[in-house]
C-alpha cells in the first residue's frame, strides 16, 4: 500500500467529513455520515492485514483528536483510543469476511461501511459508558449515543456509496496487490 497516497486520501476524507458535518446533519445533533469509514473499509478489503490494522489505528487516533467530548463543567475533552479501538474492531471484522466479498461491488462498500460504523460506535459508546461510571466528568446519556450511532451508521452508507466510485477508480493509485485470497473468485 502507498502510505502517502493513504495520508493523502485521509486528509481529504477528514476535510470532507469537518466541513460538510454542519450541511449533512440529519436534524438531529450528532447524525451525520462519516467520509472516513469507507475509506478505512476500503483499505481493509484490499489491503494486507498489518496495514490494514495500522490505518485503522491512526484514523481512529485522529478522529479521537478532533472529536473532543463536552465535560460537565462546560469545557471540552480529548479522550484519546475509544476510535482508534472501535475502528481495530472494525477492521478485524472486514478482514475476517473479505475472501467472502466482491470487493468491487459498491453494494459491498455500502453494506460493509454500515457495519463496521456500527462496530466502531458500539465499541465507543461502551468503552465511555464504562468510563462514565466511575466520577461523571462528561456530559453523556448512552441511549441518545447509541441511536445517533445506528442512524449515523446508516446515513455513512450513502457517503460510502458516492465514495466508492471514486475509490474503485484510485485502486491503483493505493498500489494494492490482488494476491488477498478469495474464496469465491477466480484469479485471473
Not at 472516513?36 to 473499509?41: C, T
Not at 469476511?97 to 453494494?107: A, F
Not at 466502531?120 to 450511532?149: H, K, M, P, Y
Not at 456509496?161 to 469465491?184: D, E, I, K, Q
Amino acid at each position: 500500500m502507498n502510505w502517502l497516497v493513504f495520508i493523502l486520501s485521509a486528509w481529504i476524507c477528514f476535510g470532507l467529513e469537518l466541513a460538510l458535518m454542519s450541511v449533512f446533519d440529519a436534524g438531529a445533533r450528532g447524525v451525520h455520515p462519516s467520509m472516513v469509514v469507507p475509506l478505512l473499509v476500503f483499505v481493509a478489503m484490499n489491503a494486507p492485514r498489518k496495514q490494514a490494522l495500522w490505518a485503522a489505528v491512526l484514523l481512529g487516533l485522529v478522529v479521537d483528536l478532533i472529536s473532543p467530548m463536552p465535560a460537565q463543567d462546560g469545557g471540552l475533552i480529548t479522550i484519546i483510543g475509544p476510535h482508534a479501538l472501535g475502528y481495530l474492531l472494525g477492521v478485524h471484522f472486514v478482514l475476517a469476511v473479505r475472501g467472502m466479498l466482491i470487493r468491487r461491488n459498491p453494494l459491498t462498500m455500502i453494506v460493509m461501511s454500515i457495519v463496521t460504523m456500527l462496530i466502531a460506535q458500539i465499541v465507543v459508546i461502551a468503552i465511555f459508558t464504562l468510563r462514565d461510571l466511575g466520577a461523571s466528568s462528561l456530559v453523556w446519556d448512552a441511549g441518545n449515543e447509541l441511536r445517533q450511532g445506528v442512524f449515523s451508521s446508516l446515513y455513512t452508507g450513502i457517503s460510502a456509496l458516492l465514495l466508492s466510485f471514486v475509490f474503485f477508480a484510485l485502486g491503483p493509485v493505493f498500489g494494492f496487490n490482488t494476491t488477498v485470497p478469495t474464496r469465491f473468485a477466480r484469479h485471473i
